[in-house]
């Protein structure tokens, strides 16, 4: 287990799914976790389990699309611990929609939680990072952000937290603070539990299964932790092995290429 003991860390949407796992992995290494998300009554629940465990984690309510509760949250964790050293931008919301049926108020919501929720989640975590001489920030991105997908707003946004992973990393590597995005394959949370996809996902996985929340979150641990302290503005797949080039695979299966 990576040794995060002093340090303090704030997750977004963390009240379930992956950011729970990411938030509840941060904390048994021995972070100061602020639990954030819309969702206060989960999160309250997994700030109560992680105390029972002896962790130390807070929760608080913040909506990531708002610059005000941004705001909030960095007072929060001054006040809280007086410093900030990991950001984990987490949370997110899909559309699953054709180009064709995305409405503007569809698109722009999507892109105010994920992209812009980024954005002022970097913004307002580097001034604390910077106060204590630098930090870890880890944006979830996803493997959409590496070719066309069926979501427009999904895939722009997530291609979106790429560029601004990258240029984040290059203005705030003087202040000692790493950006780096992670950006899972198929994972099955509440995000996705009964979509149509799953099956057709699963088969073109060379890997044939889904991943696993906690197996994200050992990714962002590494990142989040000084085990990463040379590696800043990467992209880090986790999709067992589906953009690597699941295509071909299927393609040389097909053609009876590996037939041994
Ligand atoms: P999830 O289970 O739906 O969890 C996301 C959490 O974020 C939920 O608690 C959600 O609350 C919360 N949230 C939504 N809008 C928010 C806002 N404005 N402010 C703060 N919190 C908000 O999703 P997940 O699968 O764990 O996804 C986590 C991240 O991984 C997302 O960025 C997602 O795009 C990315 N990702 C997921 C997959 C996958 O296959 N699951 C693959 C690639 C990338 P509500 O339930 O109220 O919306």
């Given at each position: 287990?990576?040794?995060?003991?002093?340090?303090v860390?704030?997750?977004?949407?963390?009240?379930?799914?992956?950011?729970?796992?990411?938030?509840?992995?941060?904390?048994?290494?021995?972070?100061?976790?602020?639990?954030?998300?819309?969702?206060?009554?989960?999160?309250?629940?997994?700030?109560?389990?992680?105390?029972?465990?002896?962790?130390?984690?807070?929760?608080l309510?913040?909506?990531?699309?708002?610059?005000?509760a941004?705001?909030?949250?960095i007072?929060?964790?001054?006040?809280?611990?007086?410093?900030?050293?990991?950001?984990?931008?987490?949370?997110?919301?899909?559309?699953?929609?054709?180009?064709?049926?995305?409405?503007?108020?569809?698109?722009?919501?999507?892109?105010?939680?994920?992209?812009?929720?980024?954005?002022?989640?970097?913004?307002?975590?580097a001034?604390?990072?910077?106060?204590?001489g630098?930090?870890?920030?880890?944006?979830?991105?996803?493997?959409?952000?590496?070719?066309?997908?069926?979501?427009?707003?999904?895939?722009?946004?997530?291609?979106?937290?790429?560029g601004?992973?990258?240029?984040?990393?290059?203005?705030?590597?003087?202040?000692?603070?790493?950006?780096?995005?992670?950006?899972?394959g198929?994972?099955?949370?509440?995000?996705?539990?009964?979509?149509?996809?799953?099956?057709?996902?699963?088969?073109?996985?060379?890997?044939?299964?889904?991943?696993?929340?906690?197996?994200?979150?050992?990714?962002?641990?590494?990142?989040?932790?000084?085990?990463?302290?040379?590696?800043?503005?990467?992209?880090?797949?986790?999709?067992?092995?589906?953009?690597?080039?699941?295509?071909?695979?299927?393609?040389?299966?097909?053609?009876?290429?590996?037939?041994?």
């Amino acid at each position: 287990m990576r040794n995060l003991e002093g340090r303090v860390a704030i997750v977004t949407g963390a009240s379930r799914g992956q950011g729970e796992a990411e938030a509840r992995l941060l904390a048994q290494a021995g972070a100061s976790v602020l639990v954030c998300d819309v969702l206060e009554a989960e999160g309250q629940a997994l700030v109560r389990s992680l105390a029972d465990e002896g962790r130390d984690a807070r929760f608080l309510a913040l909506d990531v699309s708002s610059k005000q509760a941004w705001d909030g949250a960095i007072e929060a964790v001054r006040a809280w611990k007086g410093r900030l050293d990991i950001l984990v931008n987490n949370a997110g919301i899909i559309n699953r929609k054709s180009l064709d049926d995305t409405t503007l108020e569809a698109w722009e919501r999507l892109i105010g939680i994920n992209l812009t929720g980024t954005f002022l989640g970097i913004q307002a975590a580097a001034r604390l990072m910077r106060e204590n001489g630098g930090g870890s920030i880890v944006n979830i991105s996803s493997n959409s952000a590496f070719s066309g997908h069926y979501d427009p707003a999904y895939t722009a946004s997530k291609w979106g937290i790429r560029g601004l992973t990258r240029t984040a990393a290059m203005e705030y590597v003087d202040w000692g603070i790493r950006v780096n995005s992670v950006c899972p394959g198929l994972i099955v949370t509440g995000l996705n539990a009964n979509a149509s996809h799953l099956k057709p996902m699963i088969d073109l996985t060379p890997m044939k299964r889904s991943g696993t929340p906690e197996e994200v979150a050992k990714l962002v641990l590494f990142l989040a932790s000084e085990d990463s302290s040379f590696i800043t503005g990467e992209d880090f797949l986790i999709d067992g092995g589906f953009t690597s080039g699941a295509a071909y695979r299927r393609v040389a299966v097909e053609s009876g290429l590996y037939e041994r």
